[in-house]
Every structure is written in C-alpha cells, then in structure tokens.
C-alpha cells in the first residue's frame, strides 16, 4: 500500500473513533503540513525525534515529523505547563505514527501544530 493510501486508511480509522474530534479533518502527511499554514488541520505521520527543551522558554516538546531532525517539515510543540497531561508521554510517541490536530502554523521553513491537550494527539495504525 503507498504512503498516501496509508494515511488515509488512517484518517478513516481515526473518525470512526473520535468523530467529534476529526469529523471535519482531512489528513494531512506531515510532509505537505507547510502547504496548509493558516488553517486547521490533521497533519499525521511518523514521530521521528521527541525533544524535552527544558532550558528554552516555556520549556516546550517538540515532537518532530516528515523526516528526522533538524531536516524535518513539521512538528507539534506541547507547552511545558501542559506536558505532564500526556500518556503516553511525549517521548513514548517516538517511532510511532501520530495525528495532530490544531491550527497549522509557519515556523522558520516548517509547519508546526501547538498541541495544548492530549485530545489533540491521536495515535494512528499504518495496514
């Protein structure tokens, strides 16, 4: 199966669990995420580095998609107020496929999504 056909299975997937979450979304590879800046989203994909930066301001998680870092397309920040929500954490998400949804935003080159809930985070399952 290619990658898009993958994607879309699932994002059907997705919506048959969460429809009040993702009813209105259509998937969007990490990939092209920078082609839909501005506008709400579910950008799904890989997780191929996680980042903890404790020293920066906010103390953010990155969680980066679309290729490994620093050459990545996209990436989800979770704010540090809001990482002890998640489970499973933000760095058990590394290596598995992931769908973010949130307002797709510009970062330098890149697309990035602010995840401010756990709903926000949907693990996905590639057949």
């Known amino acids: 199966m290619n990658p898009t056909a ?12 969460s429809p009040l979450a993702v009813s209105a979304q ?9 082609r839909h800046v501005g506008k709400d989203g579910m950008v799904c994909g890989k997780v191929e ?3 903890y930066a404790q020293n920066s301001e906010g103390e953010p ?3 980066y998609m679309g290729g490994s870092f620093p050459r990545h397309t996209f990436s989800a920040r979770i704010p540090g107020s ?5 489970k499973p954490t ?3 998400l590394e290596g598995r496929d992931v769908c973010i949804i ?3 935003k510009r970062d330098a080159s890149r697309a990035e999504v602010e995840v401010t809930s756990p709903s926000n985070i949907k693990l996905a399952t590639l057949k």
């Open 49 to 51: 580095k996680t980042r």
């Open 26 to 34: 259509e998937a969007i590879p990490a990939e092209q995420a920078v």
């Open 90 to 92: 933000p760095e058990e």
């Open 6 to 17: 993958k994607l879309l299975s699932t994002a059907a997937a997705l919506l048959a669990l």
């Open 102 to 104: 949130g307002t797709i």
């Open 61 to 63: 998680t990155f969680l």
């Open 82 to 86: 809001q990482r002890d929500k998640f």
